[in-house]
Structure formats: structure tokens, C-alpha cells
């Protein structure tokens, strides 16, 4: 069943991105794959896209107090997108991809949902089928593939809504000049499926000022964390059992030479064959640089992750900075401020 997420702050979602922005105006804030290739964001462009968006937002009748449906897997644009709902003082209505037909339809029929965004063509069909069924609720189309689409006439893409408003003027006056400096990165694999999820990756991310990194697409999430080698995963439980399994299946045979070596890793042996073959997994796996994952309290912690010598910290406690730092990417600023890097170190 979808969930929205509601936080209690002392301060407004919109003043701690804005503050955290001109703070790190010139500092990356987000690092995702575009056709294949590496883009960093810096703070200042960010924040510039999610004014944009929000303005979009509030001409669609988006404003606070309002609640929105998102159904998709957390990439960049999707997190931009919940950014400016939250910017705007609206709730986010997370919808499992999974969801029925059925389940749409409810959705739909909440007199509270004044929005959806939806994800891939096939998705945005099953949502326009709900809107006909129910009512009419505007559609706004996040999909990942070059052209951008819509499926049909009404839907409004996103780089359409982007242009629909006028922006609240939030990223005026805000330093533009890069900088270079060292950055923990912060890993997110993940989509709707957890329940709050979005709500919480945004809140860490404008509250520690930390660099998000996505991959282009969940079924590449290894390739792309493997490149990345960030210093901070924040999973949720179904993801880190999803890739325990997965990694899991990979494994060699226990009976054979590797098998036994890689079943002595990850029980800890303290030998050098074995600390080395730790070491190959963690960097096989993206995981040579990281120093925690950061989970739900009441998740359980797969052993296999344990095994790598992987620390856990609890969702909800204060952010603390992570102890190991590496540079950013060499990069350049072309006109569109993305930014084009190096896949591998």
C-alpha cells in the first residue's frame, strides 16, 4: 500500500535545502549516469532545477498541504521531483512498483492526491487507465529513455512542467563557483517500493550536505556502485537482503579452491589469503571505500555484509560525517551545468 511520510522539523524542508545550497553552492551535490556517462551536479544547479520544478508544480495546483503520488525507481529526476514537492510544502505519496490496478485506482480516488508522477510508459498508461476510471488527475511523466515521450496527448513530461511555472526565485543570489573539495559520497539504490524512502534520502541529503550518488538504472545499481565507491549506502532492508541473495548466488562453490577462500572471508579468518580476498569482494562489490550502511534500526543485517567488515548505523540518529574522504571527479562546467566525468578511477 502507498505511504506518505511526514517529519516533524523545526525548520521547513525548504529553508534547510535552500541554506544547505548556499553553503555548498559550488560543491557537488548529485552524481548519476546520463546515456552511459557520469554527471555531477553542483548545489547551485539543483537548487535552480527544483525552483524550476516547483514552480511547475504549484501552476498544476501542487502547493502545501497537498499531496502528490510518485511510483518509480529513485533516480535523478525523480529526486528532484520530490524535492520540489517537499520544497512546496506537499507530501509525498510513495506507490510500490508493484502496485495493482486496483491499488491505482484507490489512489486515484483520494480526494487528498492532486498529482502523479509516474515512471516508464506501461506505468503512466496503467495511471491514465486509473485517472479514466476514477478522475481526472494531472499526469506527469518521468520516463528514462532519450526521447521522453509522453504515451498520449495530456500528459505533461517533465522537462515540460519545468517550463509551466514561474520559479519562486529560491536559487537568486546564490554563488555559482565551483569548487574543489573532498567529499564522503552517499549511495542510494532504491525506488518506491520503500515506503519512505524518498522522504528519507532527501532529508539526509539537504541535512548533511553530502553528495547523492544514483545508478542509471536499479538493474545496473553493481556496475554503477562499483565506479562510485561511495563511503555511505543508505539501504533499505528489502534492498540489502535483495543483494545479500543476489551476491549469494554469484558465489563460488564451497567444495572448490575459491569457495573455500571466499567462505573463510567472509567468516572472518584473519589470515592474509583471507584479507585479501576480502578485500577483492569489497572491491568487486563497490564497497572498498565505504564505511557504513546506514538502515533502518529494525532491519537485520545480512551476514554477508558483516563478513566484509561492513558497519551499520541506524536511520534517524544524527548524521555523522563519514571518516574517509576522496576528491570528486576531475571535471569541467559546460553551458547546461552538467558536468561529464570519468566512469572509472
Same mark, same amino acid.
Given at each position: ?38 554527471? =555531477? ?20 495546483? $501542487? ?43 484507490? =489512489? ?7 498529482? =502523479? ?19 481526472? $488527475? ?35 543570489? $546564490? ?34 550536505? !553530502? ?36 551476491? @549469494? !548466488?554469484?558465489?563460488?562453490? @564451497? ?6 577462500? =571466499? ?60 571518516? $574517509? ?10 553551458? !547546461? ?7 572509472? @578511477?
Amino acid at each position: 500500500m502507498p505511504s506518505s511520510h511526514a517529519l516533524s522539523q523545526d525548520i521547513s524542508f525548504l529553508d534547510r535545502l535552500i541554506a544547505t545550497a548556499r553553503r555548498n553552492a559550488g560543491q557537488p551535490a548529485l552524481l548519476h549516469k546520463r546515456r552511459g556517462v557520469w554527471v =555531477v551536479r553542483r548545489w547551485a544547479d539543483v537548487l535552480e532545477e527544483i525552483d524550476r520544478l516547483a514552480g511547475g508544480l504549484h501552476h498544476l495546483g $501542487v502547493s502545501e498541504g497537498s499531496r502528490v503520488a510518485i511510483d518509480g525507481e529513485i533516480t535523478a529526476r525523480l529526486l528532484l521531483s520530490g524535492a520540489a514537492i517537499r520544497a512546496v510544502g506537499a507530501d509525498i505519496v510513495s506507490v510500490p512498483l508493484s502496485a495493482s490496478p486496483e491499488e491505482l485506482d484507490r =489512489v486515484v480516488a483520494d480526494p487528498t492526491i492532486s498529482l =502523479v508522477i509516474g515512471q516508464g510508459r506501461e506505468t503512466v498508461e496503467e495511471w491514465s487507465e486509473a485517472t479514466r476510471n476514477r478522475r481526472e $488527475v494531472p499526469i506527469v511523466f518521468d520516463h528514462a529513455t532519450p526521447d521522453s515521450q509522453p504515451p498520449r496527448h495530456g500528459i505533461v513530461t517533465l522537462p515540460l512542467l519545468k517550463m509551466l511555472g514561474k520559479p519562486f526565485g529560491w536559487a537568486k543570489s $546564490v554563488d555559482r563557483k565551483p569548487t574543489d573539495t573532498k567529499l564522503p559520497v552517499t549511495w542510494v539504490e532504491e525506488s518506491t517500493e520503500w515506503a519512505d524512502g524518498l522522504d528519507i534520502v532527501l532529508d539526509h541529503w539537504v541535512s548533511s550536505g !553530502e553528495p547523492l550518488a544514483l545508478p542509471e538504472l536499479l538493474a545496473a545499481a553493481t556496475r554503477d556502485r562499483r565506479e562510485i565507491a561511495p563511503q555511505r549506502w543508505i539501504a533499505s532492508g528489502s534492498r540489502l537482503h535483495q543483494n545479500d541473495a543476489a551476491i @549469494r !548466488e554469484r558465489l563460488p562453490a @564451497r567444495k572448490s579452491l575459491s569457495g573455500w577462500l =571466499v567462505g573463510g572471508a567472509l567468516k572472518g579468518g584473519a589470515a592474509p589469503w583471507f584479507a585479501l580476498t576480502r578485500a577483492l569482494l569489497r572491491n568487486r562489490l563497490g564497497f572498498r571505500r565505504l564505511i557504513a550502511i546506514t538502515a533502518p534500526a529494525e532491519t537485520s543485517s545480512p551476514g554477508l555484509f558483516g563478513g566484509l567488515g561492513l558497519a551499520f548505523d541506524n536511520l534517524g540518529q544524527p548524521v555523522q560525517p563519514a571518516r $574517509v574522504v576522496v576528491s570528486t571527479p576531475p571535471k569541467t562546467y559546460p553551458r !547546461e551545468r552538467l558536468v561529464a566525468v570519468a566512469a572509472a @578511477r
